[in-house]
């Protein structure tokens, strides 16, 4: 059985730390250019660095996203962009086009170069092409079952790693291939700037009856008939773990410090614990699945994992997440006063049970018993989003704990 690596997304320096502190053994974030996350914050060249630096204080690899499908005009910044980050030595690069994968072995060979799962890796014959091309690892297409995991494993090179999907969004198209966005509002999702219309509402029109609108299932005037339920393989750590697969990958890019913090801690702790003991694994699982489910989410399918979805994998009648919690901040320094530094989220007030999720997987329920802004003034509710306010909750804190409030 291979030791499988947790790897978490980052949209910005903060989220990776959090992922970082709550369980990552790998990060993967964006760059300002040639990644498929335009809108995430991503990362500047300074701050791929900083995150470089503090991940691998702390044993954990990043890899950085070049996956665009490239056009002409994208070369000549693409090879620039390589040599810089050259400099900076992330861990690997993770790329879907084969101009691109060329020019990151001429200009940067000593980093490892990661297949996208933008590349359609559906078989055993294309994980041993990109290996023989200088791929340490290829990301598998989203639309493998775990039996053609396995038949990939024994008919690729032993040191070649398989990355997997096993949890978060699923593309409506072809392992993320994807011209919606680009009909509808000329912005282009090989190129970063997915504008999500699979998550529309959408009704059937017959051509001789325009303004007619048909729906495809039982609601009112349409259906989110593109709208998929999100990847959750919680329940499937043994199958996953005995597939071959060497790195479990978390989809979500764009997502708060909150969902990363919650996804990363649940499944550490279930690797963990699988890892140690069958029997503890089993034991835990009501633990994981109220843990996972603290987080937002659009219902929870298997995929393709054993064997094609049916119509139960869509959801039709809303487009709208379900949110149990909402993010209030994360735990910054102490100052002289023994307040703890926070840059608030969303509000809260004095007099509030709030709670306080911790890396350990422990939570903790508190009130909230002083806010303070940086002048120093008494406030009995933090209004301001990204406001910096110093607060009390009656017990020690640690940084990167997390503040988040029960809806």
């Not at 991503?42 to 996956?67: C, L, Q, R």
């Not at 509808?184 to 529309?200: I, S, V």
């Not at 149990?324 to 989220?345: A, F, K, M, S």
């Given at each position: 059985?291979r030791?499988?690596?947790?790897?978490?997304?980052?949209?910005?320096?903060?989220v990776?730390?959090?992922?970082?502190?709550?369980?990552?053994?790998?990060?993967?974030?964006?760059?300002?250019a040639?990644?498929?996350?335009?809108?995430?914050?991503?990362?500047?060249?300074e701050?791929?660095?900083?995150?470089?630096?503090?991940?691998?204080?702390h044993?954990?690899?990043?890899?950085?996203?070049?996956?665009?499908?490239?056009?002409?005009?994208?070369?000549?910044?693409v090879?620039?962009?390589?040599?810089?980050?050259?400099?900076?030595?992330?861990?690997?690069?993770?790329?879907s086009?084969?101009?691109?994968?060329a020019?990151?072995?001429?200009?940067c060979?000593?980093?490892?170069r990661?297949?996208?799962?933008?590349?359609?890796?559906?078989?055993?014959?294309?994980?041993?092409?990109?290996?023989?091309?200088?791929?340490?690892?290829?990301?598998?297409?989203?639309?493998?079952?775990?039996?053609?995991?396995?038949?990939?494993?024994?008919?690729?090179?032993?040191?070649?790693?398989?990355?997997?999907?096993?949890?978060?969004?699923?593309?409506?198209?072809?392992?993320?291939?994807c011209?919606?966005s680009n009909?509808?509002?000329?912005?282009?999702?090989?190129q970063?700037?997915?504008?999500?219309?699979c998550?529309?509402?959408?009704?059937?029109?017959?051509?001789?009856?325009?303004g007619?609108?048909?729906?495809?299932y039982?609601?009112?005037?349409?259906?989110?008939?593109?709208?998929?339920?999100?990847l959750?393989?919680?329940?499937?750590?043994?199958?996953?773990?005995?597939?071959g697969?060497d790195?479990?990958?978390?989809e979500?890019?764009?997502k708060?410090?909150?969902?990363v913090?919650?996804?990363?801690?649940?499944?550490?702790k279930a690797?963990?614990?699988?890892?140690?003991?069958?029997?503890l694994?089993?034991?835990?699982m009501?633990?994981?699945l109220?843990?996972?489910?603290?987080?937002?989410?659009?219902?929870?399918?298997?995929?393709?994992?054993?064997?094609?979805?049916?119509?139960?994998?869509?959801?039709?009648?809303?487009?709208?997440y379900?949110?149990?919690?909402?993010?209030?901040?994360?735990?910054?320094?102490?100052?002289t006063?023994?307040?703890?530094?926070?840059?608030?989220?969303?509000?809260?007030?004095?007099?509030?049970?709030?709670?306080?999720?911790k890396?350990?997987?422990?939570?903790?329920?508190?009130?909230v018993?002083?806010?303070?802004?940086?002048?120093?003034?008494a406030?009995?509710?933090?209004?301001?989003?990204?406001?910096?306010l110093?607060?009390?909750l009656?017990?020690?804190?640690?940084?990167?704990?997390?503040?988040r409030?029960k809806?």
């Amino acid at each position: 059985m291979r030791r499988p690596e947790l790897l978490i997304p980052a949209s910005s320096l903060e989220v990776l730390k959090i992922a970082v502190m709550y369980g990552a053994d790998a990060v993967y974030i964006g760059g300002e250019a040639f990644g498929l996350r335009a809108k995430a914050k991503n990362f500047s060249m300074e701050e791929m660095k900083e995150g470089i630096a503090f991940a691998h204080e702390h044993d954990v690899k990043v890899y950085i996203t070049a996956n665009i499908l490239a056009h002409n005009s994208d070369l000549e910044g693409v090879r620039e962009y390589f040599e810089e980050l050259r400099e900076i030595r992330p861990d690997a690069l993770i790329i879907s086009d084969p101009g691109v994968f060329a020019i990151a072995k001429e200009v940067c060979p000593e980093i490892e170069r990661h297949v996208s799962t933008q590349a359609n890796n559906t078989n055993y014959g294309t994980y041993r092409f990109w290996y023989e091309q200088g791929a340490t690892r290829v990301v598998s297409a989203r639309e493998l079952s775990l039996a053609e995991i396995k038949e990939i494993r024994e008919n690729i090179p032993d040191d070649l790693e398989i990355e997997t999907f096993i949890h978060g969004a699923m593309c409506i198209s072809y392992s993320g291939r994807c011209l919606l966005s680009n009909y509808f509002t000329g912005r282009d999702a090989n190129q970063g700037a997915c504008t999500h219309p699979c998550r529309w509402k959408y009704a059937v029109v017959e051509e001789k009856r325009p303004g007619e609108y048909l729906p495809v299932y039982e609601n009112e005037r349409g259906t989110y008939i593109f709208n998929s339920k999100d990847l959750c393989m919680i329940e499937h750590i043994p199958e996953l773990m005995e597939s071959g697969i060497d790195s479990f990958k978390i989809e979500g890019r764009m997502k708060t410090a909150l969902y990363v913090a919650t996804v990363a801690r649940t499944y550490r702790k279930a690797i963990d614990d699988y890892k140690e003991s069958p029997e503890l694994y089993k034991k835990n699982m009501p633990w994981y699945l109220d843990q996972i489910s603290n987080c937002t989410y659009r219902q929870f399918t298997t995929g393709f994992f054993f064997g094609k979805p049916s119509d139960e994998a869509q959801i039709y009648d809303n487009n709208t997440y379900v949110k149990e919690y909402t993010y209030l901040g994360i735990v910054g320094e102490q100052n002289t006063d023994g307040l703890y530094r926070i840059e608030q989220r969303n509000k809260f007030s004095v007099g509030e049970a709030i709670e306080v999720m911790k890396p350990d997987g422990s939570n903790i329920v508190v009130t909230v018993r002083r806010i303070v802004d940086e002048e120093g003034n008494a406030m009995e509710s933090a209004p301001h989003p990204q406001q910096v306010l110093y607060i009390d909750l009656g017990q020690p804190l640690e940084m990167y704990d997390i503040l988040r409030r029960k809806e």
